[in-house]
Every structure is written in C-alpha cells, then in structure tokens.
C-alpha cells in the first residue's frame, strides 16, 4: 500500500541554525501539505503545495519557513533560522485533489531545538 | 479560537462494546469531516470521512455521523476492539476557502480486554 515517507525521523538542532525536512508524498497525489504538532497541542495546518506553487498557508508559515519540490518526488520544508518554540512533530500530507480529499500523513519528523 | 471541539479528552470501553466519540465545530463554512487514528510516535491514520451532504456514513466497523443543525459529528466503533486503542482526531475542512484541515485536540480512546 503506498505511503508518505519523511526523513529524518527525529533531527536536533542549535536555535538559529536551518533545518530541511524532507517527504515522498503517495506518487499519484497532486496536493501536497505540511502540518505540525507541538507536545500536547492540536495538529496545526502550516501550507498546502499544488502545481509547484503554495496554495495556502496558515499565520505560522511565516517568512522563516519555505516549501520547494526540487525533483518528482521530494517535497521540503525549510527553516531557515530555527527558534525554541519550532520544536514539534511535523508531519507531511498528500492528496489526490483537493475537494472533498483524504490528506494521508507521514510519520513525522520530530524536530528538536536546543 | 478552536474551530473543532473534542470535548473528552479520554474515553475507556470494554472490548466488543460501542465507542462514542464526538466533535463540535462552529464554523458553518465546513462542508467536510474527516476522523483520524494516530499511535504514538506515528502520524495520523485516515479512517472515515463525511460530507455535508450526508449525515451518516458506514465503513465496517466504523460509522460517521453528522448532525448539521447541531454542528455535531460523532463517531461510532462497534465492536470495540484493544488494537482500537490510539488518539481519535476530527478534522473538518471548509473547500470553498481551502484546503487545511483543522483538528480537534483529540480523544484517547482506551479498549480493554
């Protein structure tokens, strides 16, 4: 049965520094999404990707965080300058379309900033 | 502002017993309800959706329904079962403003043998 991947499964980093995280989404999806879940909240939308372009993006993608899918088949996250309050699980998403869709989620990354 | 309600954070049953789980939401714009499973350290399992269009939908074990005038929705498991064990989300999206799924808090479901 095909399923989201995402790498890695857990990455710690030093406040400031970048961090890439990375996914395969289902290879027949077209709709691709970032959410997050800090410990002990709810799982918060961050950004929807369609035609290699942002479709929506929540208030926490803000200019610190981009999107890029370099090949046909990875789908990114970038951090540029990583803060505390970035620690959380994120988790990437596809979908076939967008109407009326079944997001199906990865695994996760836990992101951890020290 | 918390546009999807659960309102129990736990809920323990009895194996082969029914499982109850509900959600509220208060924006009138969604028009799509989706139920996920998640285990720890996992992401979230997609199990059942609906459409507004509809107040019941049946999978198997798994039965959705929605209650529009109520803005309630809750899902059914019968019969209950320990690997049924996990954090039950509802998610609702609104498609004429979007593509994001909003989540409630979600409910740890408990099924004892």
């Known amino acids: 049965e095909p399923e989201v991947t995402q790498t890695p499964s857990h990455q710690v980093t030093q406040m400031g520094q970048e961090v890439i995280l990375r996914c395969v989404p289902i290879?027949?999806?077209?709709?691709f999404y970032w959410y997050r879940q800090i410990l002990g909240q709810k799982v918060e939308f961050l950004v929807s990707?369609?035609?290699?372009?942002?479709?929506?993006k929540s208030e926490i993608f803000d200019d610190q965080f981009s999107v890029e899918r370099p090949d046909g088949s990875n789908f990114t996250l970038k951090i540029r300058s990583t803060k505390l309050e970035d620690s959380a699980m994120y988790f990437c998403?596809?979908?076939?379309?967008?109407?009326?869709?079944?997001?199906?989620f990865g695994p996760g990354t836990r992101l951890t900033v020290l | 502002d918390q546009q999807v309600k659960q309102n129990s954070p736990s809920l323990s049953v009895q194996e082969g017993r029914i499982s109850i789980l509900n959600c509220d939401y208060t924006n009138s714009m969604f028009d799509y309800f989706l139920w996920y499973k998640k285990y720890p350290a996992e992401g979230p399992t997609f199990l059942i959706s609906i459409s507004s269009i509809k107040d019941k939908n049946e999978d198997g074990r798994f039965t959705v329904f929605l209650n529009k005038s109520a803005k309630h929705l809750s899902l059914h498991i019968v019969p209950s079962q320990p690997g049924d064990s996990a954090v039950y989300f509802c998610?609702?999206?609104?498609?004429?403003?979007?593509?994001?799924?909003?989540f409630g808090k979600g409910t740890t479901l408990s099924v004892s043998s």
């Open positions: 998610a609702a999206v609104a498609n004429q403003a979007g593509t994001a799924l909003i």
């Open positions: 990707f369609y035609n290699n372009e942002i479709s929506e």
């Open positions: 290879s027949n999806h077209l709709y």
């Open positions: 998403a596809s979908s076939v379309d967008s109407y009326y869709n079944e997001q199906f």
